[in-house]
C-alpha cells in the first residue's frame, strides 16, 4: 500500500503554488480590503440587501480569467468542457492543499471561487444536458450567464423529495408555482435550475423535475435576500408564480429530477469535507505557531499542557480525517460513489466539524487578538459553519451511516 499521494498530483500542487506568487499574490495585495479586518464591509453591498459588491465581483472574475488563461481554472471539468477531467483523488488534494494555506484570492470561503474552479453543476449539464442547455457550460465557468440551483423550500431542506413547488402540464408548456429559499447566487444568474414535482406524492423520490427556468420569465421574482452569519449573501428567496416554460426546458427527464440533485450534492460533499480538512489544518499550524512564540509567565504558551492537549486532539484527528478522506476520494474514481456514500458521509460530517472547531480553538489560544477581525479565524469559522447544514445537514449524514451500518432501507451491510 502507498499512501503517499501520486507524483503528478504533487507536481500540479507545486505548479498551482507557483502560479499563486507569480499571479494571484500581486493581484491580491492590491485589494488587500478584501482580505483584512476590513473584508466583510468591502466585500458587502449593504444598500443593496447584502450581496456582494460588484467590484468584489470583478476582483474574482479577474482571478479566474487568470487562472482559466493558465490551464487550472477547468482542471477538474470534462474533456469537453475544456477541462483535464481530473480525479477526485486530485480535486480533494488541491481543495484540501489551497485551503490550508489560509485566506486569499486563490481560494476565497464566501464566494467558494478558486484557482481551481468548482462548478458541481457542469458535469450535470454536460452529462445530461441538451446541445441548447450545454450553451450554459461555458457562461458559468466565464460568469457571463451563470445558473443557480433552487432545490431548498421555506419547509422543506435535507427532505427534498417532500418539496412543494409543483409544475403541471398545459399543452406543450410547463405552468411552475411555489417558493424557492437559499437560492444560492441567483443575483447573478441568467437561469435557475428550479426542482419542482410533476407526478407522484409527496414523499416519493420519482416524480420530481428539473427545470432551467430563464430568471427574466414572468412570474420569477427575488422576494428578499436572507443575511448570513458570513456576509456578503446572496441567498435569496425567490417566488415562482404561475411561471410559464416549454417542455424542453427539463434537464434530463421528466421526473428524474432529484437524481439530477443527488449528483450535484453528492459531489459537492466530498470537495466540502477536503476544504474543511485543510482549514482545520491551517487553523491549528497557526495556533501552534502562536502559542511557541507568545511568552506567559516567563515562559512559551506552549509550554502549558492545558494549551498542548487539546490542539493535538485536533492534530490527531486532522491527520487520521485528512488521510481518510483522500482514500475516499481515491476508491470515489474506481467505484460508482453512491456505493460508499457511508464513507463520504463521514468525511463530510467529521471535517466539517472539524474546521470549527480548530477555528474556534485557534480562536481560543490567540486570546483576545483570535476574537478581532485582524486575524482570519473568526472568517473560518463561520464560513465552515454553514457546512453543518448545507449539502445535507450533520444529522442527514449521519442518518447516511446509520442506514449502512444497520442496515436501513437497504439490502447492504450490516
Not at 54 to 79: K, S, T
Not at 84 to 99: D, G, P
Request: contains cysteine; proline residues 4%.
Amino acid at each position: 500500500m502507498d499512501f503517499e499521494l501520486p507524483s503528478s498530483i504533487r507536481a500540479k500542487l507545486a505548479e498551482l503554488d507557483a502560479f499563486i506568487e507569480t499571479d494571484i499574490k500581486p493581484l491580491e495585495r492590491e485589494n488587500m480590503q478584501f482580505f483584512d479586518h476590513r473584508r466583510e464591509h468591502a466585500r458587502t453591498d449593504w444598500e443593496r440587501d447584502g450581496i456582494p459588491r460588484e467590484e468584489w465581483n470583478d476582483l474574482i472574475a479577474e482571478m479566474e480569467r487568470r487562472a482559466d488563461r493558465a490551464g487550472h481554472l477547468r482542471y477538474g471539468l470534462p474533456v469537453e468542457c475544456g477541462g483535464q477531467a481530473a480525479s477526485n483523488l486530485a480535486i480533494a488534494a488541491i481543495r484540501e492543499h489551497l485551503a490550508a494555506k489560509g485566506l486569499g484570492l486563490h481560494n476565497d470561503l464566501q464566494d467558494e471561487s478558486s484557482i481551481v474552479g468548482n462548478y458541481p453543476i457542469v458535469p450535470i449539464l454536460a452529462a445530461y444536458g441538451t446541445p441548447e442547455q450545454k450553451e450554459y457550460i461555458e457562461g458559468i465557468i466565464t460568469r457571463r450567464s451563470h445558473l443557480a440551483f433552487a432545490l431548498t423550500e421555506p419547509d422543506h431542506g435535507s427532505d427534498a423529495t417532500w418539496l412543494e413547488t409543483t409544475a403541471r402540464r398545459e399543452g406543450d408548456d410547463w405552468i411552475i408555482n411555489g417558493v424557492k429559499r437559499f437560492n444560492s447566487q441567483v443575483y447573478r444568474a441568467k437561469a435557475n435550475l428550479v426542482f419542482a414535482r410533476t407526478s407522484g406524492q409527496a414523499g416519493d423520490a420519482r416524480g420530481i423535475t428539473a427545470f432551467i427556468v430563464p430568471m427574466a420569465t414572468p412570474g420569477v421574482k427575488i422576494l428578499f435576500n436572507h443575511w448570513t452569519f458570513n456576509m456578503p449573501s446572496d441567498h435569496p428567496e425567490v417566488g415562482l408564480e404561475n411561471v410559464r416554460v416549454p417542455d424542453r426546458a427539463i434537464l434530463h427527464r421528466e421526473g428524474e429530477g432529484l437524481m439530477v440533485a443527488q449528483r450535484f450534492v453528492h459531489e459537492n460533499r466530498i470537495r466540502q469535507a477536503a476544504a474543511s480538512v485543510g482549514a482545520a489544518r491551517y487553523c491549528i499550524a497557526q495556533a501552534a505557531q502562536y502559542a511557541k512564540a507568545r511568552k506567559v509567565f516567563g515562559e512559551p504558551l506552549a509550554a502549558k499542557q492545558g494549551i498542548q492537549f487539546p490542539l493535538v486532539e485536533l492534530h490527531a484527528e486532522c491527520e487520521m480525517l485528512r488521510h481518510f478522506l483522500f482514500r475516499t476520494a481515491w476508491q470515489m474514481d474506481r467505484r460508482d460513489p453512491i456505493e460508499i456514500s457511508d464513507q463520504v458521509a463521514i468525511c463530510n460530517f467529521r471535517a466539517n466539524r472539524l474546521a470549527c472547531e480548530a477555528a474556534d480553538r485557534a480562536m481560543q489560544i490567540h486570546g483576545g487578538m483570535g476574537y478581532t477581525r485582524a486575524l482570519p479565524f473568526e472568517h473560518i469559522y463561520r464560513h465552515h459553519r454553514r457546512y453543518r447544514i448545507t449539502e445535507g445537514s450533520e444529522e442527514i449524514q449521519l442518518r447516511r451511516v446509520a442506514q449502512y451500518l444497520f442496515g436501513f432501507g437497504q439490502k447492504g451491510q450490516a
